[in-house]
Each structure stands twice: as structure tokens, then as C-alpha cells.
């Protein structure tokens, strides 16, 4: 059972990590339509792992900072919701408004779920997905997956071809490795970050999916030394 509860939390205006400040781009005001974000993580060994493509999880810390920035300026018909590759898990969290008072659920599920085994499986957590963009279908809903997609799905080609039809829009955050051309086909948004890539990359991803629908926004990222 996906968690919803929440209290009032104080917004993070940077995100300071390895001595340095990360500011994001301008969130802009409320989207005029009702939106939901749904953000699948990857636990798996190859991501967390040591020598894996996230082995310090600050893809987590990133994402916080990404959604802190949105709750700012958030509103009630604006939803979040956190699934994970181990789904379902303790670290789910049902969508809820993107709000100051939201951020404590939300920050709840950004986080390696205390029940989780490390899946490299898709399939669970985008079956789950599904069902909660069809439950809201008045809603503009956007996927994104932070994963490597070194998927160990039993038929990874099914599972990528039902990514496609995901019913709304899908962003893949390729984390470390690289994805062969046509894997991630249709009409994904496909973002790799890689070992070169420069911190606060993470959150710039979520961050330009968060406000797609949201006017005046602008998504850029700067980084200063502290």
C-alpha cells in the first residue's frame, strides 16, 4: 500500500553537496492543468553497488532538491508520486500535491527503500505506474525512470515496448551506462548522465520534467564552489 501521509517542511532553496552549491532554473508559476510526476528509482547492485552507476545515491539527494524547488511554488492540482524497481515497497509514495506540506512524504520515498532487495525488474513498478495514470486520467501525466536499464526483466523487449505506451509522457534518466540506439524508442526523452556529467545533472533532469507544464518557467542549472 502506497503511503500518503505529510506535514509542513521548510523549503530547500540549494542543494550543497561535495562543497559545492547547486541552483536550479526558475520553477515558474502553477501549471493551469491538473499534472502528476511519477519518478521510478533503480536500486539495483549495478546502480548502488561499489564501482555501480550511482554508488553514492546521490541521485536521491538530487531528486529531493529538484522536487523542493517545485513545492515552493507548488499547488494542489500539481501531484508527486515515488515508485521504486522493488515495488511494491516501503518507499512508495502515492501521488500527493507538490507542496511544501507534501515534500515530507515525498522525502520519504527518495530515499533505498528498508524493504528492498535491489530488483533490476521494471516490470513491477511501470505495471504500478500505469495504474496510477489511469487513475487519474484528468491529469498530464509524466514518467520518469532513473535507472541504468540493465534490465533483468524476464522479457525485457516487452517490458520496454509497454514503456512506450506508457500513457503519458516518459523520460528516461540514463544513469552511467549506455543505452544501445533504438532501445529506447518511440517518443521517450531520453537524458544520460554519465561519469563526465557534472553534479546537479540529476536534478536538472527531473527539474525540466517538473515544470513542463508550468508557465515562466525555465530550466537551467548552475553550479558554484563554496
Do not use: W
Not at 163 to 186: C, E, I, K, M
Amino acid at each position: 500500500m502506497l503511503g500518503m501521509t505529510g506535514c509542513a517542511g521548510e523549503p530547500d532553496p540549494a542543494l550543497d553537496t561535495d562543497q559545492r552549491t547547486y541552483q536550479l532554473g526558475d520553477p515558474g508559476e502553477p501549471s493551469p492543468i491538473p499534472t502528476l510526476l511519477i519518478a521510478v528509482f533503480d536500486d539495483s547492485g549495478s546502480v548502488t553497488g561499489r564501482g555501480g552507476n550511482d554508488p553514492l545515491s546521490k541521485r536521491y539527494a538530487e531528486a529531493e532538491h529538484a522536487f523542493r524547488g517545485i513545492s515552493n511554488r507548488g499547488s494542489k492540482r500539481e501531484l508527486g508520486a515515488i515508485l521504486h524497481f522493488d515495488s511494491p515497497s516501503r518507499g512508495d509514495v502515492a501521488p500527493i500535491p507538490l507542496t511544501r506540506r507534501g515534500m515530507a512524504a515525498l522525502g520519504r520515498g527518495l530515499r533505498f527503500p528498508s524493504d528492498a532487495v535491489g530488483s533490476s525488474s521494471l516490470e513491477p513498478s511501470l505495471q504500478q505506474a500505469t495504474q496510477l495514470a489511469e487513475g487519474y486520467p484528468q491529469h498530464a501525466t509524466t514518467l520518469v525512470v532513473l535507472s541504468d536499464f540493465l534490465l533483468l526483466d524476464a522479457d525485457p523487449s516487452q517490458v520496454l515496448s509497454d514503456l512506450v505506451t506508457f500513457p503519458g509522457d516518459v523520460h528516461a534518466v540514463v544513469l552511467g551506462s549506455q543505452v544501445p540506439d533504438g532501445v529506447l524508442a518511440g517518443d521517450i526523452t531520453v537524458t544520460e548522465i554519465s561519469y563526465d556529467s557534472h553534479p546537479g545533472a540529476v536534478a536538472k533532469a527531473l527539474f525540466n520534467s517538473l515544470v513542463a507544464h508550468r508557465p515562466g518557467s525555465s530550466a537551467t542549472t548552475s553550479i558554484e564552489d563554496s
